[in-house]
């Protein structure tokens, strides 16, 4: 398999994994330490986390959902030698039924960066370019609740 393609099915795997729950997948994904970027859509500036902490964040709302579907493409990928740089299209669908509407959309692009020890590529970065917003903004508050419980 072309090392372009594995790249990016590891980017890939990410969301799927995160879509699916697999918290362990995910950790896995990840490098031991990780620059996060959300500041275009939340404010917050970047921070350098470790995996587990990564989780832990995504754990308190992303299982409150009845279904996330994150959706990437347009994939512009370079390599240099153990390190790799993606930027791609990303969109993510949230569902939950509710009066106000079941579906809050979040799209934008990301900017990845990876690095490749012992055979596997993992994320040392992941910055999100955030575009707009649709749908029931409200749905992450009460997504937010049902992850508690």
Request: aromatic fraction near 12%; hydrophobic fraction near 35%.
């Amino acid at each position: 398999m072309k090392e372009v393609t594995v790249i990016q099915e590891t980017v890939s795997k990410l969301f799927i994994s995160s879509d699916n729950s697999n918290w362990d997948e995910v950790e896995d994904l990840f490098a031991s330490k990780v620059t996060l970027d959300y500041s275009s859509m939340n404010g917050n500036p970047a921070t350098v986390l470790e995996p587990s902490q990564i989780t832990d964040a995504w754990k308190t709302v992303l299982p409150g959902f009845k279904y996330t579907h994150h959706q990437l493409g347009n994939f512009i990928t370079k390599q240099d030698q153990d390190k790799a740089h993606v930027y791609c299209y990303g969109t993510a669908t949230h569902y939950l039924e509710d009066k106000g509407g079941n579906i809050w959309t979040v799209v934008g692009s990301y900017d990845i960066d990876l690095k490749k020890e012992e055979h596997k590529w993992q994320v040392t970065a992941m910055k999100f370019n955030f575009k707009y917003q649709d749908g029931n903004t409200t749905l992450v508050q009460k997504a937010i609740e049902n992850a508690k419980q």
